[in-house]
């Protein structure tokens, strides 16, 4: 199966299934450096549908306190990105199927250099890629990079982008669409769920791939409604304050404990057939 294939196909058996994707989000190398593919495959046998790795950067301007402190843990251990892209070849090993997202930011992919970094990403396993200050006018020449080696360039829409915002964004994502779901950075404010309701089918007036949500879901009920406009639930400042406290062998056990508990909430949405 190509990579491209594997986000599609993930996407479209949901979609035969009536089932909506849950996507976590973690930071490679935190808590604990050697935790990461551990917790990656621990999350996909609980349910997870694809899985975002966060790189760890010092700048996370889009992140709150909850995943810049992440950032922050990773980094005091060394974690870069040749540490990230070596975490999704150890996942590779023995897991072909489940999509693995890197998201990020600019410093470090121009650092690493903007070729090599999809090359590597490639021969890695990952099979998309969402560079939080990449704008879409920007980087037309990398998303045809990432297309060329099969993986997806992955883009944020928030409740301030506007309708050429969106069509930007509808020309050249593939994968998925991510909604930001509040205005701010991650971890913020109450989630109002009408909003969402009312923003997701514009949105789908200008994409043609599935929207994805995050920011501001923090439980079974969030989740549920959010998956009940949306082809995805993304949460990421949940799942690290569960762990990041905790110690390494219960690190694993506790993610996976709860993407079951959402997991199984949206599953109440699919056809009884499917469950």
Known sequence: MSTTNRIAATFARLAAEGRKALIPYVTAGDPYADVTVELMHGMAAAGADVIELGVPFSDPMADGPVIQRASERALERGIGLVDVLAMVRRFRESDATTPVVLMGYANPVERYGPDRFVDDAHAAGVDGVLIVD????????????????????????????????????????????????LKGV??????????????????????????????????????????????????????????????????????????????????????????
């Open 134 to 181: 990449y704008p879409p006018q920007e980087c037309e020449a990398f998303a045809a990079r990432l297309r060329e080696r099969q993986m997806d360039p992955i883009f944020l829409l928030a409740p301030t982008s506007t309708d050429t915002r969106m069509d930007e964004v509808g020309r050249i994502a593939t994968g998925y669409v991510y909604y930001v779901s």
């Open 186 to 275: 991650t971890g913020a404010g109450h989630l109002d769920t009408d909003a969402v309701a009312r923003m997701v089918p514009r949105i789908r007036q200008h994409v043609r791939v599935p929207v994805g949500v995050g920011f501001g879901i923090r439980d079974a009920a969030t989740a549920v409604a959010v998956a009940r406009v949306s082809d995805a639930v993304v949460i990421g400042s949940r799942i690290i304050q569960l762990i990041e406290q905790e110690p390494r062998e219960a690190v694993v056990p506790v993610a996976a404990g709860f993407i079951r508990e959402i997991r199984t909430a949206l599953d109440t949405l699919a056809p009884a057939s499917t469950k």
